[in-house]
C-alpha cells in the first residue's frame, strides 16, 4: 500500500527549530489536509519527504522505501512544492517533455497530462509567461507525469481563479478516490473542509492534531473554527 510514514523528523535551521519530531501517515482513498500557522514546518516536511531536506533525525518512506532509493521517483510520488520551478524560456510542454525523458516516461505522457490541467492550448507557450493559476497547473501536471500512486501538493489553490479553485477540489478528490495518497498543506480551511478526509495539524514542527475532518470538528460550526481553537496557543512566525 503506498502510504507516506513521516516518523519523527527533527530539523533546525542555526537556532531555529524548523521540526520536533514530526510524525503521521498519509492512506490512500481520501485527500489528507496538511495545515498549521505559517512557519509549523508543513513545507520542511514536504521537502524532507522528496529529498530535498535532509533530516537532524528521523525518517520520511514512501510506499516502503525513501525518496532517495527510488529509481524512477516520479512514478512512485509526485510532488508540487514550488511552481515557479521552472525554465522561463522554455515551452510547458517542453518542461513536461524533459521531464518525462528524465523518468523513461513515453512522451505522449506530456500531452496527457498537459490535456487532464487544463493546459492542452497554453502548453506551447513560453513557460516564463505563465500566470500563477497556470504555474499551478503545470506543477500539478509535472507530478501527475508518472501516474505516481502518492501525490504531496504544497498550497496548490494558491492562485488559481475561482473556476480553478472548483477544478483543482474536484481532481484531488478524484485522484484521492482512485486510491492514491494524497497529502495537501493549504491555509484554506473551508476548501479542505469540502475535499479532505483526514487533517494533520502542524504546530512548532510536531503534531497537534491527527483525525477524520468530521472528528476533527466534532461540535464546532467548521473546520476552521475548530482550527482556530486547535491552534490558539501555538502561535505563528517564530
Ligand atoms: N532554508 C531555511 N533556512 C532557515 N530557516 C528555515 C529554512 N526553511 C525553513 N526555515 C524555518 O523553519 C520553520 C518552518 O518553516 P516552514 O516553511 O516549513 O513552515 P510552513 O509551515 O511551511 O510555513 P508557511 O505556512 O508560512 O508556508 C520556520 O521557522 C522557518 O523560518
Not at 30 to 56: C, E, M, Q, Y
Not at 94 to 111: K, M, T, V, Y
Not at 216 to 229: H, K, M, T
Request: aromatic letters at 4%; glycine letters at 14%; proline letters at 5%.
Amino acid at each position: 500500500m503506498a502510504t507516506i510514514e513521516v516518523n519523527g523528523l527533527r530539523k533546525r535551521y542555526g537556532a531555529a527549530v524548523a521540526l520536533d519530531g514530526m510524525t503521521f501517515t498519509v492512506r490512500p482513498g481520501h485527500v489528507t489536509g496538511f495545515v498549521g500557522p505559517n512557519g509549523a514546518g508543513k513545507s520542511t516536511t514536504l521537502r524532507t519527504i522528496i529529498g530535498l531536506d535532509r533530516p537532524d533525525a528521523g525518517t520520511a518512506i514512501i510506499g516502503g522505501r525513501r525518496y532517495a532509493e527510488l529509481a524512477h521517483p516520479m512514478r512512485h510520488c509526485g510532488a508540487l512544492l514550488d511552481p515557479h520551478a521552472l525554465h522561463p524560456a522554455r515551452s510547458g510542454r517542453n518542461h513536461l517533455l524533459w521531464l518525462a525523458a528524465s523518468q523513461g516516461l513515453p512522451a505522449r505522457r506530456a500531452d496527457e497530462v498537459l490535456g487532464l490541467t487544463g493546459l492542452a492550448d497554453a502548453g506551447r507557450r513560453a513557460a516564463g509567461g505563465y500566470s500563477l493559476g497556470m504555474r499551478q497547473r503545470l506543477g500539478v501536471a509535472a507530478a501527475l507525469l508518472g501516474d505516481p500512486p502518492v501525490l504531496l501538493l504544497d498550497e496548490p489553490f494558491n492562485g488559481l481563479d475561482p473556476a480553478g479553485i472548483v477544478w483543482m477540489r474536484g481532481l484531488l478528490r478524484d485522484l484521492a478516490a482512485e486510491g492514491r495518497s494524497v497529502l495537501v498543506s493549504s491555509h484554506l480551511m473551508s476548501e479542505l473542509q469540502d475535499m479532505a478526509g483526514h487533517v494533520v495539524v502542524a504546530g512548532h514542527g510536531r503534531v497537534i492534531a491527527d483525525a477524520g475532518v468530521d472528528d476533527l470538528i466534532g461540535e464546532y460550526a467548521s473546520l476552521e473554527a475548530a482550527y482556530l481553537e486547535l491552534t490558539a496557543g501555538v502561535g505563528g512566525i517564530r
